[in-house]
């Protein structure tokens, strides 16, 4: 008799937490990722031709979605190959330009580099650190909506 209402006490007990509550507090809304980026004008070289590079034209708000953490694929749909042959390297660089003002034809140019690594026990290669040449570009990006 004792060990049926221990029994009881016990399955009573887990019926208390409803799934509905366990589900709604383990599906809240992620926060948002924080851009973090550093800046080094020291990490890039003179490369021969680089300043005729064209580049890409995008909006800080589309490169503020590349945070540590972010596959190393995704970032193909965002700004496409690296611009200084490195595919294979873990380090790729790229120059952007981003439009002075919406609607403007006038344009900023950047150097942005994308450092990454691979976390220990995973197969894909992540971003590690977000590098600019420049202040001014990366508070274009941190600002952005």
């Not at 509905?20 to 031709?49: K, L, N, Q």
């Not at 540590?68 to 995704?74: C, E, H, I, L, T």
Request: hydrophobic share 45%; aromatic share 10%.
């Amino acid at each position: 008799m004792k060990a049926q209402r221990l029994i009881l006490t016990i399955l009573s007990g887990f019926s208390l937490v409803s799934p509905a509550a366990a589900f709604a507090r383990d599906a809240a809304p992620p926060s948002a990722p924080i851009y973090v980026a550093t800046v080094d004008p020291g990490a890039f070289r003179e490369a021969p031709g680089e300043r005729d590079k064209l580049g890409v034209t995008v909006s800080p708000a589309s490169v503020r979605l590349i945070t540590p953490g972010v596959d190393k694929f995704s970032i193909y749909p965002l700004l496409g190959p690296p611009h200084f042959a490195e595919s294979v390297r873990r380090r790729w660089n790229y120059v952007l330009f981003f439009p002075v003002a919406p609607g403007s034809v006038d344009r900023v140019r950047c150097r942005m580099e994308i450092r990454f690594a691979r976390p220990r026990g995973h197969y894909n290669v992540t971003v590690s650190e977000v590098v600019w040449q420049e202040k001014s570009c990366a508070d274009r990006v941190a600002a952005a909506n």
